[in-house]
């Protein structure tokens, strides 16, 4: 969208072209930098107004399943939420409350960012769109704005079984799983890694499965997925390492589910409870090398998925 600029700003448009963005909150004299004010931006944007939304599935896939918990869904019903919520009662946010707020943060920020590279890049949408959530998360930590940022094995405030999630990087900035770059999150207790949330891709070549609240999960490492890089044995280190203790001390892992939108327009992420690690073992794969495979399941008792 075209938006009017003083002289000085379209003075500084050849500048944008040729530097690095710094995404700050302004203290500075307005004309300097690129500021995101989310208090300006309209809350009926959404930048997700253009990915049709999915319900939130069981261990069991359904596609005739249209209902469940949609954390990432449109920012209208988020607000409805709030807005009930504290008519009844004006004290401190509750953790669900913080949780879908910072949430439509990001989505108002992704939307401001993405609208500036499309306009730095002559409207090119393929490179306009590229990693903008990991620009927005960092603006979002900067602000101060992730909750729940200590890491934590089990529930995390505020999320419930069956939220979605359009990006990893919003995993983080609600703090159910912090690593953006790796499938398995850990915390350490002395010289002890527990595992605290894992993701896991269904037919992603890894061959994770879920079926009826059992899912098999392979560990990281070893450059198993990859074509070009030589292939290695994973290890029992890291990750790795963190669950196995998590079967050995009996500790609850988060298990969030990535699945490709029916639109095909990239993945999604389904928070689908806590599970115990029952089991792992070593096993060959197609290429000769040494994988981890750990089963885990889902703990009795919890909410069913809708």
Same mark, same amino acid.
């Given at each position: ?9 379209? *003075? ?5 072209q ?6 700050a ?14 208090c300006k931006?309209d ?6 107004? =253009?990915?049709?939304?999915?319900? &939130?599935p069981?261990?069991?896939?359904s596609?005739q ?23 009844s ?18 989505r ?22 590229? /990693? ?5 998360? =960092?603006?979002?930590? *900067?602000m101060? $704005?992730?909750? *729940? ?10 999320? =419930? ?35 605290t949330?894992?993701?896991a891709?269904?037919? +992603? ?5 879920? =079926? ?5 999960y392979t ?8 074509k070009?890089?030589?292939?290695e044995d ?7 390492? &963190? ?9 609850e ?10 639109? /095909? $327009?990239?993945?999604?992420?389904? +928070?689908?409870?806590? +599970?115990?690690?029952?089991?792992? /073992?070593?096993? /060959? ?6 994988? +981890?495979?750990f ?6 008792g ?5």
């Open positions: 969208m075209e938006r009017e600029r003083s002289s000085p700003a379209r *003075n500084m448009s050849s500048s944008f040729k530097r690095s963005v710094v995404f909150i302004r203290d500075f004299p307005s004309g300097c930098g690129t500021h995101i004010d989310p931006i809350d009926d944007d959404d930048v997700f107004d =253009n990915h049709p939304r999915v319900a &939130a069981t261990c069991v896939k596609k399943q249209q209902a469940g918990h949609h954390v990432a869904a449109s920012s209208s019903s988020h607000r409805r939420e709030m807005e009930t919520r504290r008519s009662d004006d004290s401190d946010p509750t953790p669900r409350e913080r949780v879908l707020e910072v949430l439509s943060l990001f108002k920020v992704f939307k401001e960012l993405d609208q500036h590279k499309k306009a730095r890049s002559g409207g090119d949408q393929l490179d306009a769109t590229s /990693r903008i959530d990991i620009k927005t998360l =960092n603006v979002l930590e *900067n101060g $704005k992730q909750v *729940n940022s200590e890491k934590r094995i089990g529930s995390v405030p505020g999320i =419930n079984g069956g939220d979605e999630f359009q990006y990893k990087t919003e995993l983080r900035v609600v703090g159910l799983h912090s690593k953006t770059m790796h499938g398995i999150d850990y915390l350490k207790r002395g010289d002890l890694r527990l595992a949330s894992i993701v891709s269904e037919g +992603y070549g890894y061959k994770d499965t879920f =079926n009826s609240g059992v899912m098999f560990g990281e490492g070893g450059n198993v997925m990859s070009e890089k030589k292939t994973q290890k029992l280190i890291k990750g790795n390492l &963190a669950l196995a203790n998590s079967m050995r001390h009996q500790t892992v988060r298990v969030i589910r990535g699945e490709e939108r029916w639109d /095909r $327009k990239g993945k999604r992420y389904v +928070y689908d409870g806590l +599970y115990l690690v029952e089991q792992y /073992r070593e096993e /060959r794969e197609a290429r000769g090398k040494l994988v +981890y495979k089963k885990l399941c889902r703990i009795p919890q909410p069913p998925l809708t």
